[in-house]
């Protein structure tokens, strides 16, 4: 079976940032298939040969030892004993793909402490909220504290934050929270632009809203061009029918008007010798 294979490009810097992305997710998709096969046995599509490259490589030591160190990092009480493992209330959903469906939903893309609370945070038995662990409590009242004092003057006045206000207070709440690369609460790494900008909210998802829409801008323009251009050219079909028939036309009359002057031109027995001249015969 032959399959052909299909290229896209996309303009400018676009085209990088895609192919990057598209590298990213297929690894994860890669590796999450890697690990259903090694719990669940192997696939019926995949050969002997390479099951058994696999099973060798899952059986090393080194492969081992990285499984057991993940395992006790996962379970590990980074908010203190008794704390229990660090845990967030929206699955396997990333805080990315979390922060998009609230902008869909809302139209605009929400604050780091706004996220923070959806993702931490779950209903109990008696119907309130409550957090879903002891460090993500720690965090969530370090907020708190910092908000009240800052939604507020000297004179007690109250001031309302904006959304860089609660991201900055956001990011100086997890700092004593946060424990070797990783930010907490965020999923991203402390060297990334993240940790360094406050003011930046989902800067990359705004700015690729904001280029469907000029793109969106830019489509619509030139279907408009496109109406105007059919219609020059259907007005130009039109006069050219038309000019064809009017030269149609043209030529028949003057057509019948040739025939018109032949028929007046010769006599009416056509042309012949006239007999009175003619000699007569002996």
Partial sequence: MNFRIKYYEWEGVWNGIVKKLWEQLAGKRYSDMLHRWRKGGKPAFVSDEVWQSWQHQWN??????????QSRNRHSETGGPGSGMSR????????????????MREGAPPSKVRLFHDTHMKRTLEGSHDYIDQRARQVGEKIQELIATESQDESGNPVPLSKEDENRIFLQAIEASSHGRYMYGTGRNKSSNFASDASTSFTSLEVAHQRIKELESAQSQLQEEARELRSNIQSSNEWRLQT??????????????????RAVQLPPDGPGIDQTDSPRGV
């Fill in 60 to 69: 090393d030591a080194s492969f081992q030892l990285i499984r057991e160190r």
């Fill in 244 to 261: 064809e028939e009017m030269m149609r036309h043209m030529m028949e009359q003057m057509m019948e008007e040739r025939e018109r002057f």
């Fill in 88 to 103: 967030r209330g929206c699955g396997s959903i990333s805080l990315a793909k979390h922060a998009r469906r609230i902008e």
